[in-house]
């Protein structure tokens, strides 16, 4: 009888839930959408103000949730509870309210409280918790990479490191990361690795889901996969190209990406495929758009603030050679490492670790050694490039320039890049749903080097 009259109850509040969480999720739908809108309308007015009205505009929209493969939250060590910045200061929050880290990463919070909760010497003085995560198997493209987990907890007090490491272990084992890691002032505990290795498969082709800057409505263009399981695709000028990693039908590229912990790394997965193909699709147009004694005989590009060489392998899909450029040197080790996964040898990739004025030698010069530049790729930080930079594009056949902050950078840099370059396409990239960022991709050629607009 008890419980003939608890079941409506529970049903209730099941059904409740259910459709409370639902309504939560539509609702950053919604609002996701709104905020895509209302970015893709400001870009569209910058570019309709600045550049010729023949731009392709596209639109990269990610998943307004549940999307971020890299995440850190303050844990309350006191009541081993979780919590987000909230008017100025720590909020407990229940895992299941959260909608921005993937459901990995939520699984993994909700299993490490009750370790914590066991092993105290990992509870004591832990005041946040940062986790890294890679997608992991994709059975349509044939890859049986196994997911992994890495988790970061972050300490207010010296740790014992015997103490610690017996107990990491324990705890590693128990929720299945490829490691465990203990950071506190000049310390940093290692157990099992220290990265991830994530795997992309950028489709390879010249099609895209466009719409014309001038006309928001026109038709979209599919175009036709390219085929570039023949090397002699990858050369425009038909010389012999060196073997390159397996492509899943001849058309989708394996890039393998190994992460470190605490270095930067695209959080959101499918945006960060999508910007790879649309970088592909640029550079790969570009060598057929532009005239033919414009360029050097062997095309290069230059890359410079390249990271852990994110875009490295795909620019090596369009150009005999890639230089790639970057400042921070424990990026620059990721980076060579991620070149040799990818089977990029020395003689498709150089990559440099470089002081800014070194950059601005090869970046004015066009040539680094043997190479000529005749194209340049830049992933430069949320201020944009600097004013010697930008004018130094205006010898370049080929720009392709990515903004972490299209708000400020494009309406300055963009004015200055169309006095001597044609927009061919500009991209909106959603990387960060339910904030107030986004990110933007220009691709340009010289108005002297295009054989027809």
């Known amino acids: 009888w008890e419980s003939a009259v608890m079941l409506p109850s529970i049903v209730f509040l099941l059904s409740f839930f259910f459709f409370s969480s639902l309504n939560v999720l539509l609702m950053l739908q919604r609002r996701g959408r709104a905020e895509v809108e209302a970015g893709v309308a400001a870009l569209r007015e910058v570019v309709a103000r600045t550049a010729d009205s023949g731009c392709v505009f596209e639109v990269c929209e990610s998943e307004p949730c549940f999307y971020r493969n890299r995440f850190r939250i303050q844990l309350l060590a006191d009541t081993l509870q ?3 910045w909230q008017e100025g200061k720590p909020t407990a929050t229940d895992v299941d309210s959260l909608t921005i880290p993937c459901k990995a990463i939520l699984d993994t919070l909700k299993e490490l409280l009750p370790q914590l909760a066991e092993l105290e010497v990992l509870r004591t003085g832990c005041e946040a918790v940062h986790c890294l995560c890679t997608t992991g198997t994709r059975e349509q493209f044939e890859d049986t990479v196994v997911p992994e987990m890495l988790v970061t907890l972050v300490y207010s007090s010296p740790l014992s490191e015997v103490a610690w490491r017996e107990a990491a272990t324990v705890c590693q084992k128990r929720l299945g990361l490829v490691g465990l890691i203990g950071r506190a002032k000049k310390q940093c505990l290692v157990e099992g690795c220290d990265y991830v290795t994530e795997v992309y498969w950028p489709l390879l082709t010249t099609s895209r889901h466009q719409q ?4 928001a409505d026109a038709p979209q263009s599919q175009g036709t996969p390219v085929d570039i399981s023949d090397s002699s695709h990858m050369d425009p000028f038909g010389s012999t190209m060196p073997p390159r990693t397996p492509l899943l039908d001849g058309q989708r590229l394996r890039v393998a990406m190994q992460q470190p912990e605490g270095a930067f790394s695209n959080p959101n997965y499918s945006i960060c495929q999508d910007t790879m193909e649309w970088i592909y699709r640029c550079s790969r147009t570009a060598l057929d758009r532009v005239k033919r004694n414009m360029l050097s005989a062997v095309p290069c590009a230059l890359e410079l603030y390249s990271g852990a060489g994110t875009y490295t392998s795909v620019l090596s899909a369009s150009f005999r050679h890639v230089v790639s450029v970057e400042i921070n040197r424990s990026l620059v080790a990721c980076a060579r490492r991620n070149a040799s996964l990818n089977h990029l040898d020395a003689d498709r990739v150089t990559i440099q670790q ?21 194209a340049v790729l830049l992933d430069p930080p949320r201020c944009g ?5 930008l004018n130094a594009l205006a010898e370049y056949p080929i720009v392709i ?4 902050d299209p708000q400020h950078t494009v309406p300055r840099d963009l004015p200055v890049l169309t006095r001597t ?9 959603d990387h960060f749903p339910q904030t107030s960022f986004h990110e933007c991709g220009l691709y340009l050629i010289r108005n002297d080097c295009l054989a027809s607009k």
């Open 401 to 404: 320039l990515m903004s972490c």
């Open 421 to 429: 370059h044609t927009l061919v396409s500009c991209v909106y990239l």
């Open 385 to 389: 490039v600097d004013h010697f930079t």
């Open 82 to 84: 979780y919590a987000t």
């Open 354 to 374: 470089a002081p800014v004025e070194r950059c601005k030698k090869m970046l004015s010069q066009r040539r680094l050694g043997d190479w000529e530049f005749d």
């Open 212 to 215: 014309c800057a001038s006309d």
